[in-house]
């Protein structure tokens, strides 16, 4: 409909960098900090995320909820890191920022959080469970990738919420799927959104890749199975959950090429989407 409108939104991004409820910059040192080649210590990196009250507490409030099960109730950043790992703790510093962006005065009432959160946390389940099967990256990279993966849609809504909403209708109207009404409407989905947001936040590249690539994984030039087992997850999550959301990607073919039976790796996904309630992630989060 109005690509010229689609672009004007893209040339936006970077400035977005600034969204978050804490600096960019506490992100570029933590993942500096947490990198595979670091050896920075844990009670440096817990000093990291201690500078900002806010972001502790929520992160543990996070940690602390029905979604861990933890035994004991864990008071301390060092400690959460300990019991949780660092990669789990800093996908909760991420989850918790992007949730501060629906907070925001503007965010429009009708955009479904709850349902979306639950879905985030559904994809990220299920890429972490792919990754070994497909011979993807880092699990835990993909996890945090699929908490991230429709980061894109939110940012729209918050920013471009007339527009957001006239995707979505025209999703719905034309029975087709979220990302095809998008590239009908303005010629950008929100793979590419998220991405290039996530970009302006530092974020290393096996994160962004595979959220810009996961509706056009073949087309990917880098982190391509990363992004392989983000599309297949996110078919699975709609359908093991009877979304009723269009699904285009060809995830049972994917499976095949990998040598896994679509049957088998559905029932799986339910199991573990049963057993581990994304939609209690989603509640602590907005506790």
Same mark, same amino acid.
């Given at each position: 409909?109005?690509?010229? $409108? /689609? ?7 970077? &400035? ?5 409820? @804490? ?28 500078? %900002? ?27 959460? +890191? ?12 991420? !989850?918790?920022?992007?949730? =501060? ?23 990220? $389940? ?8 497909? &011979?993807? /990256? %880092? ?5 945090? *990738? ?19 909403? !006239? $995707?979505?209708?025209? !999703? ?8 095809? =009404?998008?590239?009908? @409407?303005? &010629? $950008?989905?929100? #793979? ?27 087309? *990917?030039?880098?982190?391509?199975? %990363? ?7 996110? *078919?699975? =999550? ?6 009723? !959301? ?27 989407? +049963?057993?581990?309630?994304? #939609?209690?992630? *989603?509640? &602590?989060?907005?506790?």
């Amino acid at each position: 409909m109005s690509h010229e $409108i /689609g672009q004007r939104f893209l040339l936006d991004l970077p &400035g977005m960098r600034h969204n978050l409820p @804490y600096s960019p910059a506490l992100l570029t040192t933590l993942y500096s900090q947490t990198g595979q080649t670091s050896v920075t210590p844990l009670d440096e990196i817990a000093e990291t995320l201690s500078r %900002d009250q806010g972001l502790t507490a929520k992160v543990l409030t996070v940690a602390n909820s029905a979604f861990y099960g933890l035994q004991q109730e864990v008071n301390t950043v060092a400690r959460a +890191i300990a019991v949780l790992g660092l990669a789990e703790v800093r996908t909760l510093v991420l !989850a918790v920022g992007v949730k =501060a962006l629906t907070d925001s005065k503007d965010f429009p009432k009708d955009f479904p959080v709850g349902p979306y959160w639950e879905h985030q946390l559904s994809v990220a $389940i299920l890429a972490r469970m792919l990754a070994p099967l497909m &011979g993807g /990256g %880092d699990p835990d990279n993909l996890f945090t *990738a699929g908490v991230l993966h429709d980061l894109g849609k939110l940012l729209t809504a918050l920013h471009r919420p007339e527009d957001w909403r !006239a $995707i979505s209708a025209l !999703a719905e109207g034309g029975s087709i799927s979220y990302s095809e =009404a998008e590239d009908e @409407y303005w &010629g $950008i989905e929100h #793979g590419v959104v998220g991405s290039m947001v996530m970009g302006a936040w530092n974020l290393p590249a096996d994160l962004t890749e595979p959220v810009n690539w996961h509706h056009a994984p073949m087309h *990917a030039p880098s982190h391509r199975r %990363d992004a392989l087992a983000l599309c297949v997850a996110d *078919a699975m =999550a709609h359908i093991a959950a009877e979304t009723g !959301a269009v699904v285009t990607c060809p995830w049972r073919e994917v499976l095949c090429k990998f040598n896994l039976s679509d049957a088998d790796m559905l029932e799986r996904a339910k199991a573990l989407l +049963i057993k581990h309630d994304p #939609g209690v992630f *989603a509640a &602590g989060l907005a506790a």
